[in-house]
Every structure is written in structure tokens, then in C-alpha cells.
């Protein structure tokens, strides 16, 4: 790239939505995490009903 291309001052605005995807992605992951652990039981049996 040319040393004379203009980039824009506040970036692409791409950062924005990488951090609201890795948010979303933390909190689904510490919600399931939390189900999880909260009941076990319900895990297993609706493993063994399929």
C-alpha cells in the first residue's frame, strides 16, 4: 500500500461489531456453563432419550 493512501481517522468501524459478537459469545457460553452445572440430571436424561 502506498505510503499517500488516506485511511479513515476512527478505523473501519468493524471493532464494534467484533466486540459485541465476542460478548454475545462469552455470555451464551457462561449461560450454558451455568445450566449446566445447575442441573446435571437433565443433561443426562436428555442425552439418553435420543
Known amino acids: 500500500m502506498p505510503a499517500s493512501t488516506p485511511l ?8 464494534m461489531v467484533i466486540a459485541l459478537v465476542a ?5 451464551g457460553g457462561s ?5 449446566r452445572r ?4 437433565q443433561v443426562t436424561a436428555a442425552a439418553s432419550a435420543t
Open 38 to 41: 445447575r442441573d446435571p440430571a
Open 8 to 15: 479513515p481517522a476512527d478505523g473501519n468501524g468493524l471493532g
Open 23 to 27: 460478548s454475545g459469545a462469552v455470555a
Open 31 to 35: 449461560a450454558w456453563v451455568a445450566r
